[in-house]
């Protein structure tokens, strides 16, 4: 059985690096193509929130599983009598200016997504590393209450329903104007999806992360 596996392993060398293969010529240019499509000129938004949008759809609804699947794997366990956080003032200030930081780039990413490299789900990564930082330098009472106080977990589960909801439509053929190649507010419905996509991933790893305090602590 050995040698079969050898045997199938050089056919496949000669096949993918010494044996050549014209590829076919298209009359058009795919990159165009999607740019026209969608309406946006960053072609990997363009695929993921219209050409690829049914992936997307369950991609954001098994990021939501994740979040449920973490609270209730620690459900039954103890949370920590005592969390060891950053107290040095030169630890906390370059955490919070980090923070301040990881939010302004994930606005950017969310708002500009779809004119240039970004989008909801990097948007959300730096909104959630934005959390993260606040949350090793602050007591997780005090995250606590601000996640209740502006019920995030209520948004998070809304923005979901919205993207959803929007996507669907937006698979049985009815979209918004394009506007201008280039211009902020341009896209049809993909800006939107992108800043959906942002909120419930930052606040799906809000939830995450105060679970993981919680049971876990920071160090």
């Not at 060398?13 to 058009?28: G, I, Q």
């Not at 499509?37 to 049914?54: A, F, K």
């Not at 030169?90 to 969310?110: D, H, N, P, W, Y």
């Amino acid at each position: 059985m050995r040698w079969i596996y050898v045997a199938a392993g050089i056919a496949f060398y000669f096949k993918m690096f010494l044996l050549t293969n014209a590829s076919p010529s298209l009359p058009f240019s795919i990159v165009a193509a999607v740019v026209q499509d969608s309406g946006v000129p960053n072609v990997v938004s363009g695929i993921i929130l219209r050409n690829r949008l049914y992936d997307t759809i369950f991609e954001v609804i098994v990021f939501t599983i994740a979040i449920i699947g973490s609270s209730f794997l620690l459900a039954n366990e103890r949370p920590l009598s005592q969390v060891h956080q950053f107290t040095d003032q030169s630890s906390i200030l370059l955490a919070r200016l980090g923070a301040t930081i990881a939010a302004l780039v994930g606005i950017e990413l969310a708002l500009r997504g779809h004119l240039s490299p970004g989008g909801g789900f990097a948007a959300g990564v730096a909104g959630g590393t934005a959390i993260g930082l606040v949350a090793m330098t602050s007591s997780p009472e005090w995250m606590q209450t601000i996640y209740q106080r502006w019920r995030a977990a209520m948004w998070e589960k809304v923005s979901v329903l919205i993207f959803i909801l929007l996507s669907v439509m937006t698979l049985t053929g009815l979209e918004l104007p394009h506007g201008d190649l280039g211009a902020l507010i341009s896209g049809g419905i993909i800006p939107i999806l992108n800043i959906l996509v942002a909120i419930k991933v930052a606040l799906g790893s809000w939830a995450v992360i105060l679970i993981f305090i919680r049971y876990r602590g920071l160090l």
